[in-house]
C-alpha cells in the first residue's frame, strides 16, 4: 500500500486456530506517517474483507486487527548502536 511520500508493508498476519481473528502488523516509511497509516487501514477493514470474501473460498473472514510493527526501526537502532560500538573499540 501507498501513502503519499510514504510505503506501507505487512510484515506479519497471524490467525487464530478458529481463523475467526487476524493480527496483523504493518510498517510504515517514514515512521511519522505510522499513528495516520494505521488509522486508515482500520478504517479500511471492511474494504479488505469484501475483497477477500469475493477471492477466496473459505466460510469467514477473519475480523482484522491492526498493529505497528517496529520492529525494522528497532533493528536499525541496535545496527547504529554496534556501529558506534566498532568505531570506538577502533579509537
Known amino acids: 500500500m501507498a501513502i503519499e511520500n510514504g510505503l506501507v508493508t505487512v ?3 497471524d490467525c487464530s486456530t478458529d481463523l475467526k481473528h487476524a493480527k496483523i502488523g504493518i510498517s510504515v516509511l517514514p515512521e511519522k506517517f505510522g499513528p495516520s497509516t494505521l488509522k486508515k487501514v482500520r478504517k479500511l ?3 479488505f474483507s469484501r475483497i477477500l470474501k469475493n477471492k477466496l473460498k473459505i466460510r469467514q473472514i477473519p475480523k ?4 505497528f ?3 525494522e526501526s528497532q533493528a536499525a537502532k541496535i545496527e547504529e548502536v554496534i556501529k558506534q560500538i566498532k ?3 577502533k579509537n
Do not use: Y
Not at 482484522?64 to 498493529?67: A, D, E, P, R, Y
Open 11 to 13: 510484515c506479519f498476519v
Open 69 to 71: 510493527d517496529a520492529t
Open 45 to 47: 477493514s471492511g474494504d
Open 87 to 89: 568505531e570506538e573499540v
Open 64 to 67: 482484522f486487527h491492526w498493529v
